[in-house]
């Protein structure tokens, strides 16, 4: 039976041997997902239908993509002992003190990529200048401000990032575009991979931070390394161009202009939108800083580093990134963007071949749904790793409790719901005068959300699609299967 199910027409071709792995359970809850995809509906059904719908998703991915690297080799502890979280991450984890903390193996959301072109195919310098580099700035409208991609940079930084080995690589840019290129090359180091003595995964990288949230970031900032984090955009009421704050000479302005300053001019710009052709000139020659917070010696082009890291790493392409996450393949451009411009770029420098699209493209490249900032394969990840981020957090779950937190603690955690109520419970005349938006992460002068009293999964949905379309669909689906 479950053997007929995987092989079903019915799959999309390139999806049969993710399928085949599935129990028949996970089989059938698989057909529903595939069927909506099939429609380009989730999106569109009613808030509770599409909840369910992303239940089901996550559960799959739960499931399938989520792999551990490299044994685990923890113990149990007494999380008693541990009422707080600890500086390197270790007992964090509710049954293992070891997940999670600084210096183990990285996990991964799918197998390492088994594409076999090569790192420079095509060179990742001439994917970052024809396709990445900004031609001039695209906001994301009122919906995100600054706060919000520092805010984004700031907890990624803290919780990711891979153990560099000692030798070095250089980049050179082709000779066909270097003119335009800020940096005709540059060096940096390789990532470190390391043996993981196990038969599953045989080589990973290792994490130089810890994932779990360590509360110091938002009240001690100024502090070690996350000090790095909360410097990289512009003062508005200063207008100091964005590049004058990064790095330790933007930390230095940083601190002259204040918190509150601050806060309102990152609050009051849009943030830039997540397409092709807007990646910040600045950053492809950005003096970075190693793990000590110095500035490294040696400027890069992050454009460029983010294609090249991605290969280096074994992070699937656009396509083969989809396969993994159970989403229908490209199988030409026009599947990936209806806009021509693009088609014509795309062709320029992947030629037909859609399986060689770097991820970052991809992602950046697809057709959004509507009123999403991000690409709808992003937010699967993102779907999938928040909870995941979350829920194996004692200090969320098991520990979410007044003996650990103190009974006022919990009270106080529990009556903050959003940036806006810390910001305004730190600096309630400047959020009168400044914000009118709901969010703290909306750009500030924008209008609040408008009240709604429907419930979210009771809201207006399409009934055409509802009544009409779904019914047949599903009698022409069935059909296909038992026929
Ligand atoms: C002002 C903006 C930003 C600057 C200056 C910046 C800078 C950097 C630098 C220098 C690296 C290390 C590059 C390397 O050697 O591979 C890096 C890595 C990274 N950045 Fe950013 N970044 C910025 C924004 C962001 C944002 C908004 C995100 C996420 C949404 C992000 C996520 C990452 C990730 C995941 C890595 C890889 C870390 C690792 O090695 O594991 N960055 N960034």
């Given amino acids: 039976m479950a053997c007929f199910l995987f092989l079903s027409p019915f799959i999309h071709p390139q999806l049969q041997h993710i399928v085949a792995k599935m129990t028949l359970l996970d089989t059938l809850l698989f057909y529903v997902v595939h069927f909506v995809d099939k429609l380009e509906a989730w999106h569109r059904l009613p808030v509770i239908i599409g909840a369910v719908y992303l239940g089901i998703r996550r559960h799959l991915h739960q499931r399938y993509n989520l792999l551990h690297v490299g044994e685990i080799n923890g113990q149990r502890y007494n999380t ?22 600084q210096g183990t193996f ?3 959301n799918m197998p390492p990529s ?21 031609k001039k700035f695209i906001d994301n409208g009122k919906q995100f401000n600054m706060i919000a991609c520092s805010w984004i940079q700031f907890m990624i930084h803290d919780w990711v990032d891979h153990l560099e080995d000692t030798e070095q690589i250089e980049i050179r840019a082709p000779d066909e575009i270097s003119s335009g290129c800020p940096l005709k090359s540059f060096k940096f180091f390789k990532t470190k991979k390391v043996s993981t003595e196990s038969p599953h995964l045989k080589n990973g990288s290792l994490n130089t931070r810890t994932p779990w949230w360590k509360q110091h970031c938002i ?15 512009s003062g508005y009421e200063s207008r100091v161009p964005m590049w004058e704050l990064v790095g330790i000479e933007g930390d230095r302005k940083l601190s002259t202009i204040g918190m509150e300053q601050m806060l309102v001019s990152l609050g009051h710009q849009a943030c830039g939108a997540l397409t092709l052709w807007n990646y910040p000139s600045w950053m492809r020659n950005l003096v970075a800083h190693d793990i000590n917070g110095e500035d490294r010696p040696d400027p890069v082009d992050m454009a460029t580093l983010e294609i090249y890291r991605d290969r280096e790493r074994g992070v699937a392409r656009y396509n083969e990134f989809r396969r993994n996450l159970m989403m229908i393949p490209i199988s030409k451009w026009e ?5 021509d411009e693009v088609i014509e770029a795309l062709h320029e420098v992947y030629g037909e071949d859609v399986e060689k699209l770097d991820l970052q493209v991809g992602l950046q490249a697809e057709k959004k749904i509507k009123g999403f900032a991000i690409s709808e394969t992003a937010f699967f990840i993102f779907l999938l790793i928040a909870s995941r981020r979350l829920e194996a957090d004692r200090f969320f779950t098991s520990n979410f409790n007044s003996k650990t937190y103190t009974k006022k603690g919990l009270e106080w955690v529990n009556k903050t719901e959003t940036l806006k109520d810390v910001i305004d419970r730190h600096f309630p005349e400047m959020t009168k005068k400044w914000m009118t938006c709901s969010s703290a992460f ?35 689906w069935l059909s296909t299967i038992l026929l």
């Fill in 335 to 339: 599947d990936l963007t209806d806009d």
């Fill in 219 to 233: 009240y001690f900032s100024l502090q070690e390394d996350d000090k790095l984090y909360m410097t990289n955009c």
């Fill in 114 to 134: 088994t594409s076999s072109y090569g790192l420079l195919e095509p060179h990742p310098t001439v994917v970052a200048s024809k396709l990445l580099a900004r």
């Fill in 442 to 476: 909306s750009v500030w002068d924008s209008m609040p959300t408008p009240a709604n009293y429907i419930p979210l999964y009771l809201r207006p949905f399409h009934l055409i699609f509802i009544y009409l379309v779904l019914p047949i669909s599903m009698v022409i």
């Fill in 80 to 101: 008693e002992e541990f009422a707080h979280r600890t500086a390197d991450g270790t007992c964090n984890h509710p049954s293992d003190d070891t997940i999670g903390s």
């Fill in 106 to 108: 990285l996990g991964r």
